[in-house]
C-alpha cells in the first residue's frame, strides 16, 4: 500500500530540510524526498560557508530580507543547533580610486538595507586588523560570519527527523500526478509517495518539479565555482574573509575565506553552464584561483593546497522576462496545496530559515494547522573530542573508552566519534556521511590513513559487507573484491 503523508518536501538540502524542520512544528506527517544518500550532496555542500551580510543585493528583493533576518537570529539558531560559528566579520578590499568609488555605493546600499557597522577604513586600518591582506583601503563588514554548510545542514536534518519528519534517500522524484481526492502522487526512483502538500525544494531540479506542479517552465542558467582547500597551517594567518571589489555588474573575483574548522578556502571562479552540471575542476582554473587568491592573501601557496572542489548554482531563467530571477517563493490558487521555490541560490545558506518561514506562511494561507506542542528545536551534535580541554578528554576516555583510540590523526577523530556518526538519526551510511560528520578525512592526508578504518567501523557498526560501502553515490564503491 502507499505510504501517505500531509507534506513532502522535494529536495533535503539546507533549504528543504529548514523547510521540514519549520513545518515540523505542526501536527503533521512529513516526508523529505531526496535523490542523493545524504543531505549534504549537492549545492548546500558545496559553498563557501559565510554567514551574509546583505549588503550585496537591492532593498526590496526576497534575497534581501531573507538574508538580513538569518544574519541578525544566527546566534540563536547556531545555539540552538549546536553549530560551530563566528561572528567574524568580512574585508571587501580595493586598490584604485575606481575601486573606491564602487565600495562606497556598496557602502550606501548597504545602509539603505539596515545593514549595521559598515565602514570605510584605510590601509593602516586594514593591516592592522589583518596583517596578510592586501589593499590599500576596504570596507569593514562587521555582521558577516562563517560555518561550516554541511554542519549547518545536517542540524537542520537531523533536528527535523528528531520532530518526527522521515528522511527518504535515494528518491529521485520522476514525475507528479493527481488522484482523484486531489492528492499528489510522486513517482520517484524507489516506492511511489502520495501527499496533500508538495514544497518543491529541490535545488538544482527546481525547475524540473517547478513545470510538473504546473508553475512556470523555468530555465536553467547555472553558475559554477571552482575552489582550493589551504592546509590548516594557513588559518591561523587568516582571521575573517577578504574579498576584491566588486566588478561593474556586481560580480566578486576570487576571495580567501577561513573555515569555522580553520583551514581557508580559495575562490570561487565564476563560470556561466547554462544547463550543464559539472563538479570537474580543471588545471586552468587552479591557475586563476593561485594567482588571483594571492592578491588577497600571502599565503595561497601550491605547497598548501590540499583539496580543490566546485560548486554548481542553481540560477535560473524567467520565461516571461527573459532574466535571472530573484527567490522564487510561490503559491497559486490554481494549484492548490503546492509552495514552489525556484532561484535559491546565494545567498541561500543564509536565507534558509527565513525562506521556510514564509513556505509555512503560504501554507496556513490555504489551511490552519495544530500547533506540536512536543516540537524540540534544540539539537546536539556529535562531541568533538579534539575540541576540548585535556580535562574533558580524560573524562569522556574514562566513560567510553573508544575515545582514546584516534581513528582520524590528522583531525584528531575517535573512534567513539566515528561510531556516533555510523548511527546517526538520518541512517546515512555512506565515508562521506560520516566525513560530514566528524571531519575524519578532511585533514591533510585526506583519508590516506583513516578511510579503511572508517570502511571497516561500516562493517561492523552497520552489519555492511565491505563489497556495498560506498563513498558518497550510488556506484562510489570503495572495493569490488577481496583487498589486502
Known amino acids: 500500500m502507499m505510504k501517505k503523508y500531509d507534506v513532502a518536501v522535494i529536495g533535503g538540502g539546507v533549504v528543504g530540510s529548514a523547510v521540514a524542520r519549520e513545518l515540523s ?75 573606491r568609488l564602487r565600495l562606497e555605493a556598496l557602502l550606501e546600499n548597504g545602509v539603505r538595507n539596515g545593514v549595521e557597522g559598515l565602514r570605510m577604513i584605510d590601509r593602516d586600518t586594514l593591516k592592522a586588523m589583518e596583517p596578510n591582506a592586501s589593499g590599500n583601503f576596504a570596507l569593514y563588514v562587521p555582521t558577516a560570519g562563517i560555518l561550516c554548510p554541511f554542519t549547518y545542514t545536517i542540524a537542520l536534518a537531523e533536528n527535523a527527523a528528531q520532530n518526527g519528519v522521515q528522511y527518504l534517500f535515494d528518491h ?100 556561466n553552464i547554462q544547463q550543464n552540471i559539472s563538479y570537474d575542476v580543471t588545471q586552468d582554473m587552479i591557475k586563476i584561483l593561485s594567482e588571483s587568491g594571492e592578491k588577497m592573501f600571502a599565503y595561497v601557496k601550491r605547497d598548501y593546497f590540499i583539496r580543490n572542489y566546485a560548486g554548481v548554482f542553481p540560477t535560473v531563467t524567467d520565461p516571461a522576462t527573459g532574466k535571472d530571477t530573484d527567490f522564487v517563493i510561490e503559491a497559486s490558487k490554481e494549484i492548490p496545496h503546492a509552495v514552489n521555490l525556484v532561484g535559491i541560490n546565494s545567498p541561500g ?34 562531541t568533538r573530542f579534539a575540541e576540548q580541554s585535556v580535562q574533558e578528554q580524560n573524562r569522556l576516555i574514562q566513560s567510553d573508552p573508544d575515545y582514546g583510540e584516534i581513528f582520524c590523526r590528522c583531525e584528531c577523530v575517535t573512534k567513539a566519534e566515528i561510531k556516533q ?33 572508517i570502511a571497516a567501523i561500516l562493517q561492523d557498526e552497520a552489519d555492511m559487507r565491505k563489497e556495498d560501502i560506498l563513498l558518497n553515490k550510488n556506484g562510489a564503491y570503495l572495493f569490488t573484491g577481496k583487498v589486502k
Open 349 to 382: 545558506l543564509t536565507s534558509a530559515l527565513p525562506i521556510a518561514r514564509r513556505v509555512v506562511k503560504l501554507v496556513l494561507e490555504q489551511e490552519s494547522l495544530q500547533e506540536n506542542v512536543n516540537f524540540n528545536p534544540v539539537r546536539k551534535g556529535i
Open 25 to 99: 512544528r505542526f501536527q503533521l506527517s512529513i516526508c523529505v524526498l531526496e535523490r542523493e544518500l545524504d543531505v549534504c550532496n549537492g549545492t548546500s555542500g558545496h559553498n563557501t560557508g559565510l554567514l551574509h551580510s546583505g549588503i550585496l543585493y537591492k532593498k526590496g528583493l526576497m534575497r534581501t530580507q531573507c538574508s538580513m533576518e538569518g544574519n541578525a537570529e544566527f546566534d540563536q539558531v547556531a545555539k540552538e543547533l549546536d553549530v560551530p560559528f563566528r561572528r567574524c566579520g568580512k574585508l571587501i578590499v580595493g586598490f584604485s580610486e575606481e575601486e
Open 421 to 453: 556518526a555510523v548511527h546517526n538519526i538520518l541512517g546515512v551510511r555512506t565515508v562521506s556521511g560520516i566525513k560530514y560528520r566528524t571531519r575524519a578525512t578532511m585533514g591533510r592526508c585526506q583519508g590516506g590513513y583513516c578511510e579503511t578504518r
Open 172 to 271: 529521485e522524484v520522476l514525475d507528479i500526478s493527481r488522484n482523484p481526492e486531489g492528492e499528489f502522487i510522486l513517482k520517484t526512483s524507489q516506492k511511489p509517495v502520495c501527499a496533500r502538500w508538495v514544497i518543491n525544494c529541490a535545488g538544482l531540479y527546481a525547475y524540473k518539479i517547478s513545470a510538473m506542479l504546473g508553475f512556470a517552465a523555468y530555465i536553467p542558467n547555472r553558475v559554477k565555482g571552482q575552489y582550493e582547500i589551504l592546509d590548516k597551517k594557513t588559518g591561523k594567518f587568516l582571521s575573517m574573509p577578504v574579498y576584491p571589489t566588486p566588478n561593474e555588474v556586481g560580480e566578486f573575483d576570487v576571495h580567501v575565506t577561513p573555515t569555522i574548522d580553520g583551514n581557508v578556502l580559495v575562490g570561487p571562479t565564476i563560470e
